[in-house]
């Protein structure tokens, strides 16, 4: 696919969409990509070593979470160090072009969430 071009799925609600993003989510610091290789080399470094650490201690969801928020956060990654920008494809046409990268954040995150709510704040950890 050429940059900008469209494949309608589902015309006007799906469409595979070929663009390129340089900046972070909804392409903020642009053009700003050892930052941003920087930031998420050691974030996603960080929660590697910490699930290592906790893998056997720390509750499933907890850890799922953060593998998540990892593992899209090492997909991007993998796409700016290679290209110099995250592809991304997925268009709904109502909301910005994203990548199954960010879904993974995404879910991640949301599942942290769950589990903060669900667990942390019956435990008393969570005021």
């Known amino acids: 696919m050429d940059l900008g071009e469209t494949i309608p799925l589902i015309e006007n609600i799906l469409h595979i969409t070929y663009i390129t ?3 972070g989510a909804f392409s903020i610091l642009q053009g700003q990509r050892f930052l941003l ?3 998420t080399s050691a974030m996603t470094s960080a929660i590697l070593v910490y699930i290592f650490i906790k893998r056997n201690s720390e509750h499933f969801l907890y850890l799922l979470s953060l593998s998540m928020i990892c593992a899209g956060g090492a997909g991007n990654l993998i796409d700016r160090v290679r290209l ?8 709904f046409r109502v909301f910005p072009i994203f990548n199954l990268a960010d879904i993974c954040v995404c879910t991640g995150c949301g599942l942290l969430l769950l589990y903060i709510f669900l667990f942390e704040v019956r435990r008393g950890k969570v005021a």
């Open 21 to 23: 993003n340089s900046g």
């Open 37 to 39: 290789i920087l930031v």
């Open 84 to 91: 110099g920008a995250v592809v991304d494809f997925i268009d």
